[in-house]
């Protein structure tokens, strides 16, 4: 049985799509460090590669040409400089090559980004990396983004192994974490830390999630700041902006996201107003998304914008004295429910993975609510537990 880390569900990189544009873009990087660990990083040699299936169909419009560009070219979709990414691009058209340690590997991104509208039998989701030296020495790889940022290699064993038993609470099933938190009269961020526990310390674990959260935040910041058009042809108007600075007309004023909570948090909202600010959260983070923009996939892109406006939400509305501590504890519960839908739904599909249409059907659709509202029944029950010490049902 596989672990599923908090830190699987919650992946900083860039938008638009987790399955079309994260995951090709680890691929591409993977590859890349195949080729450069296998000695095929020569001068003359060629990358090429081959989008199938709906990273075919739909690739151009999700940036998969971009991102398996920009895998290949070495860039890490968590760190790179977002404003850099369109200079970067142009530069290799321009090049017609990829500078890898002083080598230039010929690519050209028009030529040899080759879309092919078969569907390869594993996965709606494949592709293909190639590297060819001038003496004819082939390095070929296919991969399958599954969803969610996650990538299989084929011909690799990606059965999940016993990891999961070597932690101290190994969970496959909801009612598993209940009965834990039940005997341990603990709760469920409890349950799921001591198993993060098991593969790094405490610091070092709550420094990343705060790391997430800042990433989440920051993009609901930014979204909420920015006017003008998305990229692309339909040249689609942004929103949150508008939509915010008609509720908050000093929006415009604040520099730092930090004393812009601050100041949301001194309004006395209507009820209606208060769901409009959600909506419009979650819109932000999308619209930062549609950008290629940085994000949190949790679970995927697509619903990247949903876990952070709940957060909000919970910091504007609901408790305007919450702090880190109430952060941490959501990020724990709600990773903990998305990787229970994770590998349940692993279980479900018939080739080991569901296709990306049913991930993003069942996984995607009924993991974000519920992930959320694990996390707020959570904090609306602070007290947690019963008169005996055991958390009650509600607790989840």
């Not at 079309?20 to 993977?30: D, E, M, R, S």
């Not at 460090?33 to 590669?49: D, E, P, Q, T, Y």
């Not at 321009?94 to 590997?105: M, Q, R």
Request: proline residues 4%; aromatic residues 10%; charged residues 20%.
């Amino acid at each position: 049985m596989e672990f599923v880390s908090v830190f699987d569900m919650f992946k900083i990189g860039v938008g638009p799509s987790s399955s079309h544009t994260l995951g090709p873009w680890k691929a591409g990087g993977q590859f890349r460090n195949h080729c450069i660990n296998s000695g095929r990083i020569v001068l003359g040699a060629r990358f090429k590669v081959t989008l199938y299936g709906s990273l075919s169909l739909t690739g151009k419009g999700h940036a998969t040409d971009l991102a398996v560009t920009m895998g290949l070219a070495g860039y890490d979709p968590e760190t790179v400089d977002t404003a850099a990414i369109e200079q970067i691009i142009n530069s290799i058209n321009e090049d017609k090559a990829i500078d890898i340690n002083g080598i230039k590997v010929s690519f050209d991104p028009i030529n040899d980004v080759v879309f092919e509208r078969e569907f390869l039998p594993f996965h709606a989701n494949g592709l293909t990396f190639t590297i060819e030296t001038p003496e004819h020495d082939v390095l070929s790889e296919t991969y399958y983004s599954i969803g969610g940022g996650f990538i299989l290699q084929e011909g690799k064993d990606n059965v999940a192994n016993d990891a999961l038993y070597n932690h101290p609470f190994p969970i496959q099933k909801a009612d598993e974490l209940l009965q834990y938190c039940r005997n341990q009269g603990k709760r469920i961020s409890e349950i799921v830390m001591s198993n993060e526990l098991h593969d790094r310390d405490e610091h070092a674990i709550n420094d990343r999630l705060l790391k997430i959260w800042d990433v989440m935040f920051d993009s609901i910041f930014k979204g909420c700041q920015t006017q003008g058009t998305l990229p692309g042809v339909l040249k689609v108007k942004r929103r949150a902006h508008d939509i915010i600075k008609s509720m908050m007309p000093d929006l415009d004023h604040y520099s730092t996201k930090e004393a812009w909570l601050e100041a949301i948090r001194k309004l006395n909202p209507s009820f209606q107003e208060i769901i409009k600010w959600t909506g419009t959260f979650a819109m932000a983070v999308n619209e930062v998304n549609a950008s290629l923009g940085r994000v949190v996939t949790s679970p995927t892109n697509g619903s990247a914008g949903v876990i952070p406006a709940v957060i909000m939400y919970y910091l504007c509305f609901v408790n305007k004295e919450a702090q880190d501590q109430e952060i941490l504890q959501f990020m724990l519960t709600s990773g903990e429910i998305g990787s229970i839908f994770k590998k349940r739904f692993y279980n479900f599909s018939s080739n080991g993975w569901l296709s990306s249409r049913d991930w993003c059907f069942f996984g995607n659709g009924g993991c974000r609510p519920c992930r959320t509202h694990g996390w707020y029944t959570r904090t609306m029950y602070h007290s947690s537990r019963n008169h005996n010490g055991t958390p009650p049902r509600h607790d989840l």
